[in-house]
């Protein structure tokens, strides 16, 4: 028996399964698997989840988000924020890209400081509040 040097979980096994299956690495259904470990409160699969399921049934997807984030996910709270903004609520944007940055995603830590209220994807044109992409964003 060869001694390993992290000790990985079940979870994060079936995790990692799950997105292989997804990405078509591998052979199987990816949704029931990840649906499973949302119910055990594993944040990243809560997270997928809520990417998947937003657009059927986005109340949901915002609990989970929010679920995802009580439990440590700074991508949870980072993608609550930009739902926030694409439905066009710039307070909640700003306060859950606040909670993002705090849970440590460097990226929302940038975007709080210089706090902008246009911002460059497609959604953000269907709100009316599209830019063009800077130089330094397309690295």
Do not use: C
């Amino acid at each position: 028996m060869r001694p390993s040097l992290e000790k990985v979980t079940q979870h994060e096994r079936a995790y990692v399964r799950a997105v292989n299956i997804r990405d078509g690495r591998a052979n199987g259904f990816w949704l029931p698997i990840i649906r499973r470990l949302a119910l055990r409160r594993m944040p990243e699969a809560l997270t997928v989840l809520a990417d998947v399921e937003g657009d059927e049934r986005p109340m949901k997807a915002r609990l989970d988000y929010r679920r995802a984030w009580r439990l440590g996910s700074p991508v949870a709270a980072y993608n609550r924020a930009i739902d926030a903004f694409n439905r066009g609520q710039l307070a909640s944007y700003r306060h859950w890209l606040r909670r993002a940055a705090d849970a440590g995603d460097a990226e929302a830590k940038d975007e709080v400081r210089r706090f902008e209220t246009r911002l460059p994807h497609a959604d953000a044109r269907r709100i009316g509040r599209h830019r063009p992409y800077r130089r330094s964003e397309l690295r």
